[in-house]
């Protein structure tokens, strides 16, 4: 009987230092958090080129990196192919609940309030006159100069507005209203 005895205290002891530091599934400690967060900007960043520093709305780094690739399709708006516009008006749905017109040009001209390139920041929109005299391309500023944007010849890509090609054709910068 004693030996049932001993058996059963030297598995109570065994048992009950285990107790205390159960982990239930999900559970992560504060540097297994602080890691996975590193790791969370570190994809992201190299995904999109950009240097992510964690203030950036989560919810557009995650969409804008589901639709980089994304072939150009003139008149296209779901991820077999997409034009500007409808890029900007997807990420706008997606991300700020927020609907926008149809075309880069109503976009400016319905969907938003014109803002200095200075004031730019997350979210607002970068407008191009590309062919001829009218706005026919639009972006979506991230920041650090960076954009989204579906590329005739790349697809969706995220391009510098230094790059020559943008300083020359940059028209206006707009904050949806």
């Known amino acids: 009987m004693l030996k ?15 107790c205390g530091t159960l982990k239930l599934a999900g559970d992560k400690t504060e540097s297994e958090k602080e890691m996975s ?8 960043s190299k995904k999109l080129g950009i240097q992510l520093e964690g203030n950036e709305n ?3 780094i995650k969409t804008i990196a589901e639709w980089i690739g994304v072939p150009h399709k003139m008149g296209g708006c779901d991820k077999s ?7 900007t008006r997807n990420l706008f749905t997606t991300v700020y609940n927020k609907s926008l017109d149809r075309s880069s040009s109503a976009q400016f001209e319905n969907n938003c309030k014109t803002i200095s390139k200075k004031e730019l920041k997350e979210g607002d929109l970068v407008f191009f006159k590309i062919s001829g005299g009218n706005i026919s391309h639009v972006g979506l500023y991230i920041k650090d100069q960076k954009f989204v944007h579906a590329s005739t010849k790349k697809g969706v890509i995220i391009s510098d507005l230094n790059e020559a090609y943008y300083l020359k054709y940059f028209f206006s910068a707009g904050r949806v209203k």
Do not use: A
Not at 4 to 15: A, K, P, T
């Open 4 to 18: 049932y005895y001993i058996i059963i205290f030297l598995s109570i002891i065994l048992i009950l230092p285990s």
């Open 81 to 87: 192919g997409t034009d500007c516009s409808c890029l």
């Open 58 to 60: 989560p919810l557009l």
């Open 37 to 44: 967060d590193k790791e969370y900007l570190e994809g992201y």
